[in-house]
């Protein structure tokens, strides 16, 4: 992947075009993390509406595209991404304008989509990147959040499909906003037991949840946090082994500080 990215950077660039800036992978999941926690506490504090899964879309819609730039996602990709935002914003607007009865099933549905897309081209990029430091963990924890995201999207679209439109027990009809509050409870296994799901479908994917929740936890985060350390260590000593076979006359970063080499003595 990384050698198709770099082929089609030097064709442009013979070619006299400017390389599209999706293709130059940026690997800042930090500004990613910060709009899926904007996107996070928009769904759980924004009134409920006929509005309010469009705005989520709107910033879903973002979030994507950035984390396809964070991860030098190919052309085709980043555009087929952009047609399917624009096309999932203008029939959401579409159904909210009218209050088709399917809107909610529909905009939970894309954003489900939207999130899956994210996750697989950060995972991927965190892949070929190769390189332990704070921006794989940030990585890591995008995707964890976006896991909790996409079962509350699922959660929303099971109640949707469903006859008596109760998920839970205690409640029907649940809001966007409790859908998201029962999917972090499940997933970091807190257990409240305010909500628990009425069907067996619901059970079967909180419990399913659950697991990839602890899971996740347990092996990518522990694994990355835990080696963070030695592998910021290992690149230290690298970078002074470096600097100590190229001599005295190199400087940190490789290159010569401008003094001519010693003369070689007659052997």
Known sequence: MTQVVEHEIEGAAKAGMKPVKFLTPSYRYGVVLGLLMVTFFFIGISPTGRYGPLFTLAIESVTLLVALSASGSRRVIVIIAAIASV??????????????????TFT???????ILVAPVAIASSVVRRRKLDIQAVLAAISLYVMIGLFFSYVYSVVQAVTAHHAFFVQQANAT??????????VMTTVGFGDFTAAAGVGRTLSVFEAMVGQLYLVTVVALLVSNLGPAAAARRRSAANDA??????ASPGGETDGSPPEPLEAG
Do not use: K, N, R
Not at 244 to 249: D, K, R, S, W
């Open 108 to 114: 939970s549905s894309m954003s489900a989509l939207l």
């Open 244 to 249: 100590a076979v190229a001599g005295p006359h």
């Open 176 to 185: 966007p906003s409790e859908f998201l509050y029962f999917s972090f409870t």
């Open 87 to 104: 096309f999932a914003i203008a029939t959401g607007m579409f159904h909210a304008i009218h209050d088709a009865p399917t809107d909610v």
